[in-house]
């Protein structure tokens, strides 16, 4: 392990001049680029006598090594903007629980995480198609309204969230609305665990003085109908009420609804630091034994879901910008149904305007047989370093 970290910070070490060089070569005539190079290592404890993970049966791994390279490349000109993101990753992990247990693996991989070629029809109307990470909603928890992926990446920053195949066509008639067409065709890289089906949706925002809000109403293919709300008011200087939620049909023919709601505020202090409070409410959640809630044990909890449970709280306190070097979050989540709870701390420190070191730390809470967030993870450790140019 530690021979494989000192490999990653070498080679971390000697390609800078050789990205530095590339980037400054490739900014000309409409195309921009960023070069994002991370070194990371990640220890975990996976929980081994819980039901869901007995022996670890779903083979979690206790250390990993991983050198990423993450280039985005973009080009815009007149009528046309094009982008594309390509990836790859060298990954050592390591297994200390389970059938695999003293077991390694190195593996390498290179794929496109997202394009997008998009088409200015008029000054009001865009059009577009490629793999996105779409991404709308103030909150931290989870994204409700979003009805093609709740997960919204704000768990970890430094891992990327996949993307999804969308066809998209942009209205724009006033500097205050906006409205898209949306139509989901592939799962991309994300592997539900459901069958893909696809979905269409009709985004209407608005943004106004101290005011945002959006409507989306969507269609799941041989499903149901959705929709989704999320919205915020600036009360004063220093206080921000938002939410965000859906309800949904869950087949055609069922009149059987599925409710998601949550509420949140955000508090701004002037030293810096953010004090934010939601509560998260999943009409359909599960209140029994965790491992009920799936399908082995005869639940009808879906597993593309982000949360299960019926009842959750957050308090989180961050500063993104102290000294100019420095920033951090720290967030507790409670599950009100279970005596499970999950604490999460990230840490940034930027060196200079190229080098940052970070640190992503997870800590779960709980009774192993009958809770939520401890039935896989005990504790995770991600710490690492990220050039930039």
Request: contains cysteine.
């Amino acid at each position: 392990m530690n021979k494989i970290c000192t490999i990653f910070i070498f080679f971390l070490i000697t390609m800078c001049p050789a990205v530095e060089t590339l980037h400054a070569a490739a900014n000309f005539h409409g195309l921009s680029t960023r070069f994002n190079l991370l070194a990371y290592g990640v220890k975990s404890d996976p929980e081994t006598e819980s039901i869901v993970n007995n022996n670890n049966q779903s083979n979690l791994t206790s250390s990993q090594a991983c050198l990423a390279l993450r280039p985005d490349f973009e080009y815009e000109y007149d009528w046309i903007y094009l982008s594309i993101k390509p990836r790859w990753t060298l990954t050592y992990e390591k297994w200390t629980e389970g059938a695999n247990n003293g077991e390694t693996d190195t593996s390498n991989e290179f794929y496109i995480n997202e394009w997008l070629a998009r088409f200015m029809i008029t000054d009001e109307l865009f059009v577009s198609y490629g793999q996105e990470n779409l991404q709308w909603g103030p909150s931290f928890m989870i994204s409700p309204s979003n009805p093609f992926i709740q997960d919204n990446g704000r768990d970890n920053p430094m891992l990327e969230v996949d993307g999804l195949y969308y066809g998209r066509l942009a209205w724009i008639p006033h500097y205050n609305w906006s409205a898209s067409l949306i139509v989901n065709t592939d799962e991309g890289r994300h592997e539900f665990d459901n069958d893909f089906k696809e979905k269409y949706a009709l985004k209407v925002d608005y943004t106004g003085y101290q005011k945002y809000f959006s409507l989306i109403l969507s269609h799941e293919q041989s499903g149901g109908e959705e929709l989704g709300l999320f919205a915020g008011w600036w009360v004063s200087e220093a206080v921000l009420l938002y939410g965000e939620g859906s309800a949904a049909n869950e087949t055609v023919s069922d009149d059987s609804m599925d409710m998601d709601l949550l509420a949140g505020v955000s508090i701004s202090f002037k030293m810096g630091p953010v004090l934010a409070f939601e509560y998260y409410y999943n009409e359909n959640g599960f209140t029994g034994p965790f491992h009920e809630a799936f399908s082995f044990w005869g639940g009808t909890a879906n597993t593309d879901d982000m949360l299960f449970r019926k009842n959750y709280g957050l308090i989180q306190l961050s500063d993104s910008n102290i000294g100019e070097c420095f920033g951090y979050v720290l967030r507790w989540t409670q599950n009100f149904d279970d005596s499970s709870s999950r604490f999460l701390s990230i840490l940034e420190y930027e060196i200079n305007n190229n080098y940052k070191l970070f640190y992503v730390g997870e800590i779960n809470d709980g009774n192993p047989n009958n809770d939520e967030f401890v039935s896989m993870n005990n504790y995770s450790i991600f710490l690492g370093i990220e050039l930039t140019y």
